[in-house]
């Protein structure tokens, strides 16, 4: 008797075993975590303000005292001074800074954005102190 149940026992573990892994694993499973998750550096272009609505900005000047922007689209930022800025041709965002700027966007759909101080505009479609 005690033969008949060990083999009955031998042959139901291995009529389990022989079905295979399938039939004892859970399932798939895929942690939660990173999937679906995208990544990139973060460029110059996506601080702009979100009142400069003229287009994206190609191109990243800087400067103090006075200097001009590009033949591309800029954004480009004045210093803790006083500035003189010419944003020069297509459309630029202009942010003057601190300090007492003269802003001009020349050709082109310029913003252009004062900030501190008393800022001077010229040739901008849009200006805001
Ligand atoms: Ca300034």
């Excluded at 039939?23 to 550096?41: E, F, Q, T, Y």
């Excluded at 601080?47 to 689209?73: E, I, M, R, Y």
């Excluded at 480009?76 to 800025?85: F, K, N, S, V």
């Excluded at 965002?93 to 501190?116: K, M, Q, R, S």
Aim: proline share 4%; hydrophobic share 35%; net charge negative.
């Amino acid at each position: 008797m005690i033969r008949r149940t060990a083999l009955t026992v031998i042959l139901v573990l291995a009529a389990l075993l022989s079905s295979g892994p399938t039939g004892l694993a859970a399932g798939n499973m895929v942690p939660s975590g990173k999937a679906g998750r995208v990544s990139r550096a973060i460029g110059f272009a996506d601080l702009k303000p979100a009142a400069c609505t003229n287009g994206t900005p190609t191109n990243l000047v800087t400067g103090s005292g006075v200097f001009n922007g590009t033949t591309q689209n800029d954004l480009i930022l004045g210093g803790t001074a006083i500035d003189t800025i010419d944003g020069r041709q297509q459309n630029d965002c202009i942010l003057g800074g601190d300090g007492d700027d003269v802003i001009d966007g020349f050709n082109g759909t310029d913003v252009c954005i004062g900030g501190p101080g008393t800022d001077v505009f010229v040739r901008c479609e849009t200006s805001i102190q």
